[in-house]
């Protein structure tokens, strides 16, 4: 498996396996896949990275910012998803290890995540990789007539 960043011709690929998250109903509380300019307006450019295997994509993430004011400049939320096949195979740890060292080196300071309450497996996978959890957001927002807890969590650079 290998690490690299995401080019516009992996936009079905990763398409699709930002389908099957939103179809779990935890990962997103988008409930269609964006088309593919208004993808690349929602991340920051050269902070996507896909996980290819035997040339298929099976997993990606990506930095996106949580704000425009220039004191913010420095955090970003990241976002992680796994080929429902790929799933509990380390590559999401992988994947955001990669992130983490790649935010670093474009000067991100902190990184947060906005997880689903009943997402246990992404809260244990950003556990693990150095986020800790600063709060729960209750109610925050609905899903399919259901409102839903998000689990903010951190993680703040050793380098800075």
């Not at 930095?63 to 796994?82: D, W």
């Not at 790929?86 to 935010?103: A, C, D, T």
């Not at 497996?121 to 950003?126: K, M, P, Y």
């Amino acid at each position: 498996m290998t690490v690299r960043p995401y080019i516009s011709k992996d936009f079905i690929p990763v398409a699709n396996i930002y389908q099957e998250g939103i179809a779990t109903g935890i990962a997103t509380f988008e409930t269609e896949v964006p088309d593919e300019l208004n993808w690349n307006k929602k991340f920051i450019k050269n902070s996507i990275f896909v996980a290819e295997k035997n040339e298929n994509i099976i997993g990606w993430c990506a930095l996106s910012h949580i704000s425009t004011r220039e004191v913010y400049k420095g955090v970003a939320e990241v976002t992680v998803y796994i080929s429902s096949k790929y799933r509990g195979q380390g590559i999401g740890k992988i994947l955001l290890k990669h992130l983490i060292s790649e935010s670093e080196k474009n000067g991100f300071w902190t990184l947060q995540a906005s997880i689903f309450s009943e997402n246990k497996a992404s809260i244990f996978l950003h556990e693990t990789c150095g986020f800790r959890i600063v709060g729960i957001r209750k109610k925050i927002a609905k899903r399919d007539h259901i409102w839903h807890d998000n689990v903010l969590m951190e993680r703040r650079s050793h380098l800075f």
